[in-house]
């Protein structure tokens, strides 16, 4: 039994929409053919000096490729070096000979990917040469430390193996999948809902606005906790420094008076000297009358050119000491100060220097202090009335939330639905009809920006076994075999586009393995698969066939991997049929199996 089922946990009821595998079963047409020039995919494989590999370099083609060969050949070794490329842990057995590094390099082809391109852009990862291609690189020294590079550029494992979660997924016996992360459901339903885009935008939208107009509420909060306290200590600062009329220059004015008054007598008296010496000498000697007489003397002599070129500068020599006999003489009458002056500029000088203490290092910064002092006190006689208005903001924004999330949620609900007929056909081909399987929505304690809604697979292996959350099962045959229809029934929004599975054949026989099989060959049309296998069925399926192989030479183990061409894959095939004394009959009957086992809208 299948079941799309939507439960509201604060109403505590549930709604419970069932779809029997047997009756009414919900089927795809036939898929269209991919373009599979523009599929992301694994083109090449390099793998040097890594357990018992010494140098190989595998090629891959679309649709689906077959690793084969004995057991212990070394089929897993693959598997592990390409989980290594992907971000996997390493360790010191890896590296056969402990005089080189292990390499393991892969090239892929992003074209088709505007998630990964953008990745590679927003990371400075692309290659401007190709950027339609991705270099993944991974090296471990002898000593076990390793190194990872995309496109040659030294990357931390976190950001590989960000990027290669979206290239390639690997189904390993026992392995829990990335398929079956529950934060990945919700993106599931949602590929059956059609058009949601603009939904999903404006739900993530409103939910950002929400977010923000409520952290402003909270800092209105806490400061309207405060806000009486506060304007008062604001109006005493405002006050004190409004009292104080402060002027820009007025500390440099008044150091300089307070300094004047405390050496005005030295500062009078060396006035007087100077008046003496350059204008005022009573015996006719000061400065002054000297270069008038010399002036008179140039003046008789002008007819001669050299004293005529001396009138001009004598007579500015003369203007000059007049006009700083002026300044000296207004200099002393500032120098008259009445009692009292000095006291109340040592006063004023340690009230700014008191303000200075509390609001800034000098008066400009007192000024711009009072400024801010005031905006705050005017944000905080008006923050009452913006505390109610982000109040009503955010009952607003709420109901637009929820409006546009009920929307989302009733469009994901007929979502929920057509993905749990799409696998109740899927384990119908599967052989599993009695495999129990739900999608469950139900409602979220904290709305987010994906909306109000949780999503949930429950899966029975067995008849009468209870329902459990896929996230609660423990791997197996039957899991292999679940994920394996889940992965075709979400062919057009899974979208990672290499799948690798390791053996997911193993135990299988008859029509179980048939449907195996069948429905690998329908994932082929929108994946490129990897699939290491010990059974015919599956290596009949092969558009590129490698066969993995053990050989010793000089004493040495090697492991080897050779590509087959089409008599290569006739005789393995006729291999894992019979095994090596295999006959003319198994001959036929593997031709015979290749052959149907190639549908004409599968790529060649």
Not at 65 to 81: P, Q, R
Not at 275 to 299: F, I, K, P
Not at 316 to 334: C, G, M, P, W
């Amino acid at each position: 039994m299948v079941a799309a089922r939507w439960c509201d946990g604060a109403l505590g009821t549930s709604l419970i929409l069932k779809f029997s595998t047997r009756v009414g079963a919900y089927r795809s047409k036939a898929k269209e053919r991919i373009d599979f020039d523009n599929m992301i995919m694994l083109e090449e494989l390099y793998i040097k000096n890594f357990v018992l590999v010494e140098d190989i370099n595998l090629r891959f083609s679309t649709g689906i490729n077959v690793l084969s060969g004995e057991t212990g050949a070394g089929k897993s070794i693959i598997i592990d070096a390409l989980g290594v490329m992907l971000g996997d842990r390493v360790n010191t057995d890896f590296v056969r000979d402990n005089h080189h590094r292990a390499v393991i390099e892969g090239v892929f082809n992003v074209g088709g990917n505007k998630g990964a391109r953008l990745f590679l852009t927003q990371q400075g990862l692309t290659d401007d040469q190709e950027p339609d291609k991705v270099i993944l690189s991974r090296e471990i020294n002898p000593g076990g430390k390793s190194a990872a590079r995309i496109n040659s550029h030294p990357v931390t494992i976190s950001v590989l193996k960000a990027l290669t979660s979206n290239l390639v997924d690997i189904h390993l016996q026992d392995d829990r999948q990335n398929i079956l992360k529950p934060a990945y459901y919700l993106d599931y339903v949602d590929g059956f809902a059609g058009n949601v885009e603009k939904i999903q935008d404006e739900v993530a939208t409103r939910y950002q606005a929400l977010q923000l107009r409520q952290k402003q509420l909270l800092e209105l909060q806490a400061s309207h906790q405060h806000r009486h306290q506060r304007i008062d200590y604001l109006d005493f600062q405002i006050q004190e420094i409004e009292s104080s009329h402060l002027q820009t220059d007025e500390e440099e004015e008044l150091t300089l008076k307070r300094d004047r008054i405390k050496n005005a007598s030295r500062l009078l008296k060396g006035s007087d000297r100077l008046l003496e010496l350059l204008y005022n000498a009573g015996d006719a000697s000061s400065a002054h009358d000297q270069v008038a007489r010399g002036l008179d003397e140039v003046t008789q002599l002008k007819n001669d050119s050299f004293f005529a070129s001396l009138a001009e500068p004598l007579e500015n020599i003369y203007y000059s000491l007049q006009e700083v006999s002026r300044r000296l003489a207004d200099f002393k009458e500032t120098l008259d100060f009445e009692p009292g002056e000095l006291e109340e500029a040592e006063n004023r000088l340690y009230q700014l220097n008191r303000l200075k203490t509390k609001y800034g290092a000098g008066v400009e910064d007192i000024l711009k202090y009072l400024e801010m002092a005031r905006l705050e006190r005017d944000e905080l006689l008006v923050s009452e009335d913006r505390l109610e208005q982000v109040r009503q903001d955010i009952e607003a924004i709420r109901a637009n939330y929820m409006r546009a999330a009920q929307e989302l949620s009733r469009q994901r609900s007929q979502a929920a639905d057509i993905l749990a007929q799409k696998m109740g056909n899927e384990l119908i081909d599967l052989n599993m009809p009695a495999v129990g399987f739900e999608v469950q929505m139900s409602r979220k304690d904290t709305p987010g920006p994906k909306g109000i809604d949780e999503v949930e697979f429950w899966f029975s292996p067995n008849p009468g076994e209870e329902l459990k959350p896929m996230s609660r099962i423990a791997s197996g045959g039957e899991i292999s075999r679940f994920i394996l229809a889940l992965k075709t029934a979400l062919a057009g929004i899974y979208k990672i586009p290499t799948l690798i599975f390791d053996e997911i054949d193993v135990g299988l026989g008859g029509e179980a393995l048939k449907s195996v099989a069948r429905k690998l060959g329908e994932l082929a049309r929108t994946h490129q698969l990897i699939l290491v296998t010990h059974s015919p069925q599956v290596a009949s399926l092969g558009d590129r066939n490698l066969t993995v192989e053990k050989t010793v030479v000089d004493g040495q183990t090697y492991t080897m991997v050779k590509e087959l061409d089409a008599e290569g894959k006739l005789i393995e095939v006729a291999r894992m049929m019979a095994g090596e004394d295999y006959s003319q009959l198994t001959l036929e009957h593997a031709r015979e199996m290749i052959a149907a086992a190639q549908p004409q809208d599968r790529p060649e």
